[in-house]
Nanobody, 114 residues
Framework: QVQLVESGGGLVQAGGSLRLSCAAS????????MGWYRQAPGKERELVAR???????NYADSVKGRFTISRDSAKSTVDLQMNSLKPEDTANYYC????????WGKGTLVTVSS
């Protein structure tokens, strides 16, 4: 069983920055991809950014140039550096891991005030 623990959410003013972190733990899993999704009230969950363990990245168009995803293979962690935050970035952010099946964290709330 894999567990994902997120940290780093909070309240920030528009234009500010936050850094989200996610640590994977467990036994007997091989990470293929980790990433971040978000879900705002009344909206569907959407991909924010993901990174393969080989280092390839994908970003939602809405965050390109503002967010950067990175991973530490040795620690099984993935971070999301979020800069120039906008009120529309407000959402619950969920860590995701693909290791032959999907694993999800419990989510961390990011609130961007205008």
């Amino acid at each position: 069983q894999v567990q994902l623990v997120e940290s780093g959410g909070g309240l920030v003013q528009a234009g500010g920055s936050l850094r989200l972190s996610c640590a994977a733990s467990g036994r007997g899993f091989i990470i293929n991809t980790m990433g971040w999704y978000r879900q705002a009230p009344g909206k569907e969950r959407e991909l924010v950014a993901r990174i393969t363990w080989g280092g390839s990245t994908n970003y939602a168009d809405s965050v390109k140039g503002r967010f950067t995803i990175s991973r530490d293979s040795a620690k099984s962690t993935v971070d999301l550096q979020m800069n120039s935050l906008k009120p529309e970035d407000t959402a619950n952010y969920y860590c995701h891991l693909w290791a032959g099946r999907n694993y999800w964290g419990k989510g961390t709330l990011v609130t961007v005030s205008s």
